[in-house]
């Protein structure tokens, strides 16, 4: 009863200052999206810009809408962490995008792994079986010698993320409507606890993959002071998510009024007020300002007018040429950036996601190919055997 008075008391006065934390987000966010579209003349970039700076409008509509009406909670929550697992894709895209596109970053990776062995000098045939055997421990620690593989492990570490996030906020939806879902209970028959743990390890992965890929890249990557953009980046990510599960435990050893609701409310309360400072923070992180001139040489088309112009004299006539030079620009409406973010990103989305998915089914296939093939093998050798003692048992029969 106790507390239940206390949400019933702090629920409105909490309405009305989260709502307002959340509309300055929300026109904060809005106004930087509309300035990259305006200026869309970087597209490779800004295409994944844009979804990245959306997160602070979803994430504040979201916990606004829930902290409304607790009915909304779990849907919201459900909205938000599939949208931040295409956040978390879209930033890692978008530092790709920076280094001039798949092709140079993996141009530039092996160029980074030949390093050690040039200054090293050639390594035995036994030094480089023992590097193929350790190359898990070498992302850890050397994540530059491993080339190629490197970008292969960064995009499949977001990808896997992006993938069980959604599917887990499915099951979780799912698990609610069969009332075993249990939000912020720790208790075994209750699906929360393993999906918390389940996804708390595949975030971690990812931002550790995205890390590695940050260190070996942060020296190209510094023209766009990329420390701060990681550091905003994996604030809203990571320390949401982190807080959310902070407060759950908090509730449960009674810190916290255990109610549902008051668990809920608070974390969109904090949200709503986490916005409103990413959203300052994104004005500084990812300034539209750099995209405000055009690259000509990549993005536009230069042409040339020559005008003539013919000026009497008294002793005789004076042609007068004048040339000037325009300068046409494409892709710069708001109408085709958004077409570009969404047909041109979608696709690229679609692609990793299938790459990903046979990745990931391949090594499942060569073991079930390996287990059919003992089984297989196992039954020859079983029919060799019983033939062989048929064919014995025949010729001492026949000799009697």
């Not at 350790?134 to 593989?149: A, D, K, T």
């Amino acid at each position: 009863m106790r507390e239940t008075s206390t949400y019933r008391d702090l629920h409105f006065p909490a309405f009305l200052v989260g709502g307002s934390f959340a509309a300055v987000a929300i026109c904060l966010s809005l106004f930087l999206i509309l300035q990259h579209l305006r200026f869309y003349t970087n597209p490779s970039e800004q295409k994944w810009i844009v979804p990245v700076l959306f997160m602070v409008p979803v994430y504040a509509t979201e916990s606004i809408i829930s902290l409304s009406n607790a009915k909304f909670s779990l849907p919201c929550d459900i909205l938000r962490n599939c949208y931040e697992a295409f956040a978390l894709y879209s930033f890692g895209s978008y530092l790709v995008a920076c280094l001039g596109g798949e092709r140079r970053v993996v141009e530039f990776l092996e160029d980074e792994s030949r390093k050690p062995l040039l200054e090293r000098g050639e390594e035995d045939e036994s030094n480089q079986k023992k590097k193929q055997r350790n190359s898990f421990w070498e992302f850890l620690c050397e994540p530059y010698v491993l080339g190629r593989e490197l970008f292969v492990i960064e995009k499949f570490g977001l990808v896997q993320y992006m993938i069980l996030k959604t599917f887990c906020a499915l099951l979780a939806f799912l698990l609610e409507l069969l009332g075993v879902y249990g939000d912020g209970e720790f208790k075994w028959y209750y699906g929360y606890p393993y999906i918390e743990v389940v996804l708390n390890f595949s975030q971690m992965w990812a931002l550790f993959c995205l890390v590695q890929f940050y260190n070996v890249t942060h020296e190209r990557l510094k023209e766009i002071k990329p420390l701060a953009k990681f550091i905003s980046f994996k604030a809203i990510v990571f320390a949401t998510w982190w807080q959310g599960f902070g407060i759950a435990l908090l509730c449960y050893y009674r810190v916290l009024p255990k109610e549902g609701r008051f668990q809920n409310a608070l974390q969109d309360f904090l949200i709503c007020i986490e916005m409103a400072i990413a959203a300052v923070a994104h004005l500084f992180v990812f300034p539209a300002e750099p995209y405000y001139y055009i690259p000509v040489s990549e993005y536009g088309k230069i042409t040339a007018e020559t005008s003539k112009k013919e000026v009497k004299l008294d002793d005789g006539g004076v042609v007068e040429t004048k040339e000037t030079t325009q300068v046409e620009a494409s892709g710069t409406s708001i109408k085709e950036s958004v077409q570009d973010i969404v047909i041109d990103g979608g696709q690229h989305v679609v692609k990793d996601v299938v790459l990903t998915i046979n990745q990931a089914m391949g090594p499942v296939e060569k073991g079930v190919t390996k287990i059919q093939d003992t089984i297989h093998q196992t039954l020859l050798d079983s029919d060799g055997k019983e033939e062989s003692e048929v064919t014995v048992e025949t010729l001492v029969a026949e000799k009697k």
